[in-house]
């Protein structure tokens, strides 16, 4: 039940955010789950920005947000890297804020196909990307040896004029010149989920992941066996979710009315 729902999971681009605006309605329904006694998490593919850039972002909305209430795709790559590739070399075609965060966390990276020893590479959104990083990846990744990471398999990232490529599609590209595919490690896989579950004390049944997007957001709620709700501000259009795979559990026409309908 929809009102029952204590932690709500939600994506970024598409469900609270467009373009660099806040979808309207948002202020209030995070409002409302902090005074209920709940907690809402950001869980999002996007990887241009760390989670000090989104706690930026949200304060200049006037929205209050601290570390605990960020999981995104990069903290997702820090925890696959640290857990599976212990002290490896790791090559990087991401921005400069992307790279800075992985430092940060520890993690030994290049952005130079020419340095010894790199055994993984990671892709991951980059709106600094040039046709030198497109073919110095292309090089690292023509050696099978390296492993293939990418942070998330989204192929557009919404703006405010239409959409722009995202991770999804710069690996499409690449797949062309290399004849690889990388693992994805965002959405739709559970990873972000189950940091977001561990760290906040709440039942499964008492979350719920909200987005726009049916093969990241609704695909992932599925496989993490948490209920979910298709927000329409985004990508996905209700007919797209009446012929997909995995029904989203509520469609509702933007995050305001979700707020409405839990209220
Ligand atoms: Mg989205």
Redesign the pocket.
Known sequence: MLSEKKLFLL?????VCKGGQLISGTREFLRDIKESGGMFVFI???ATKSIADYIRMFQQFGIAVEYANFVTASYAAVRYLKQHHTGELVYVMGTRSFCRELKREGIQITDDWEDDGISVALVSYDNQLTYQKISDTCRVLMNPKVTYLATNP?FV??VEFGCVPDCGSICEMLAHSVKRKPYFIGKPETAMVECALRQNHFAREETLIV???LY??ILCGYKAGVETALVLT??ATKEEALRFEVKPNYIVSSISELHKMWK
Request: hydrophobic share 5%; proline share 6%.
């Open positions: 994506d970024i681009d598409g469900t999002t593919n996007n989204d990232c919404p987005g726009d997007r990241t957001d985004g990508e």
